[in-house]
T-cell receptor
């Protein structure tokens, strides 16, 4: 158990809908990262927050947004969902914002039908 | 962004050593990582190596880094059936931040 908690574990929704994925980092970790794992794109970095502020952005679509709250948990919002958004979404956390190991949650499997 | 390449499949017999290879393009990565993903599970950090090191050993795991050739390898000694999984190498981003660039993953199958 990495100490990173993601909910829900599975999510099935229809195209055009909006969902929110939640992540609680390990106790004491200030940085949260979101990754998407899909069959065609592999594992891709989406976005990073550190102590409530956006720190780095990767291949995140404009339809997707994220935030990190004062209690350091994070949410990833996916809107206007398309079939191609079906993937495993991972959250990771680390103490610092760079140069340290990141610990991953179990992921949320999103299926868009 | 950085490109990280791995071979897709590797099969070894139980008790043999496994060597998983990775090549990367961005030499500015501060850390290079190996993660393990078992079926239906998240990513488990196995080990990492700082970019100014050539080798790191951690029990059955040995990481070798050749910065000149931008080549990273993970050797698993005495491979067990429980080692069957997908192994990802990853580099940290150009800025040194911890946003990781992952390889395609190598599926290791251990034959009893």
């Amino acid at each position: 158990d990495s100490g990173v908690t993601q909910t829900p574990k599975h999510l099935i929704t229809a195209t055009g809908q909006r969902v929110t994925l939640r992540c609680s980092p390990r106790s004491g970790d200030l940085s949260v990262y979101w990754y998407q794992q899909s069959l065609d794109q592999g594992l891709q970095f989406l976005i990073q927050y550190y102590n409530g502020e956006e720190r780095a952005k990767g291949n995140i679509l404009e339809r997707f947004s994220a935030q990190q709250f004062p209690d350091l948990h994070s949410e990833l919002n996916l809107s206007s969902l398309e079939l191609g958004d079906s993937a495993l979404y991972f959250c990771a956390s680390s103490y610092r914002d760079r140069g340290t190991e990141a610990f991953f949650g179990q992921g949320t499997r999103l299926t868009v039908v | 962004g950085e490109d990280v390449e791995q071979s897709l499949f590797l099969s070894v017999r139980e008790g043999d050593s496994s060597v998983i290879n990775c090549t990367y393009t961005d030499s500015s990565s501060t850390y290079l990582y190996w993660y393990k993903q078992e079926p239906g599970a998240g990513l488990q950090l196995l080990t990492y190596i700082f970019s100014n090191m050539d080798m790191k050993q951690d029990q059955r795991l040995t990481v070798l880094l050749n910065k000149k050739d931008k080549h990273l390898s993970l050797r698993i000694a005495d491979t067990q059936t429980g080692d069957s999984a997908i192994y990802f190498c990853a580099g940290s981003g150009r800025t040194g931040a911890n946003n990781l660039f992952f390889g395609t993953g190598t599926r290791l199958t251990v034959i009893p």
